[in-house]
């Protein structure tokens, strides 16, 4: 074995970190943490976020992509919004073709999404393109369709769907041309488990002869049950 003795301390030669060593090994162990953190990260976020993806988990074609913070048409359509509504029109309009299609759902996953807004602009485009358009407002839980057009919201799909008005006396015009709106109605008990009745399959029949177009305005999918039977009936 080897023994070395100990020696005295020179003051003249402390001992001193190595600054350079310290830096290159400082930049190689944030670099390689930092690209670890991300790459955990992005492995463990599930949520959709391109076309790509939506078409790809829920396997159904993506007709149109909305931007956020758009407005309502109610003062007129302009703005570089009002393009996105006319590619969503003209991709349902080659649906129609191929499925006939007439008779439109629009929902989502939770509240706040945008979809009233989005069923509205939709529809006052549709209708400046010379479509026969009828707008449901079918969210018997938060009609809101009917403030956004500044009527009554009574007598309604609920009246209709109750036997207490006809179709023809609750569909009401509206300052936009060629569209035509049905609002929610009086909410009575037990008028939410009739959306799948036949007095909806008729109102569907007399839309499908007159209109080019309905477009519903339904509850959200989750916690509501309504949405669930108002789908199987549309097209």
Same mark, same amino acid.
């Given at each position: 074995d080897r023994v070395e003795l100990a020696k005295a301390l020179d003051k003249d030669a402390p001992v001193r970190p190595n600054v350079v060593v310290n830096i290159l090994l400082s930049i190689v162990l944030g670099l390689g943490a930092g690209l670890g953190l991300a790459y955990f990260v992005e492995y463990m976020d599930t949520s959709v976020k391109t076309i790509d993806e939506v078409e790809q988990y829920l396997r159904v074609p993506v +007709?149109? $992509?909305i931007p956020q913070r758009t407005k309502s048409f109610t003062d007129g359509m302009h703005g570089p919004q009002v393009e996105s509504y006319r590619v969503l029109r003209t991709n349902l309009h080659h649906a129609k073709r191929s499925k006939n299609l007439s008779a439109i759902c629009v929902t989502s =996953? *939770? $509240?706040g999404e945008g979809r009233s +807004? @989005? $069923?509205?602009?939709l529809a006052c485009v549709c209708a400046q393109l010379g479509d026969r358009v009828l707008l449901v407002d079918a969210d018997l839980h938060r009609p809101r369709l009917h403030k956004v057009l500044d009527v009554s919201r009574t007598p309604g799909l609920a009246n209709i769907l109750m036997g207490d008005v006809s179709i023809e006396d =609750?569909?009401?015009a509206t300052k936009v041309t060629n569209l035509d709106f049905l609002p929610s109605g009086k909410i009575g008990t037990g008028v939410h488990g009739l959306l799948n009745t036949q007095q909806m399959k008729d109102l569907l029949d007399y839309a499908r002869e007159h209109y080019d177009f309905a477009l519903f305005d339904s509850p959200p999918m989750i916690g509501v049950s309504d @949405? *669930? +039977?108002l789908v199987t009936e549309m097209d």
């Open positions: +007709l149109g $992509v =996953a *939770s $509240v +807004l @989005t $069923v509205f602009n =609750a569909i009401m @949405t *669930s +039977l």
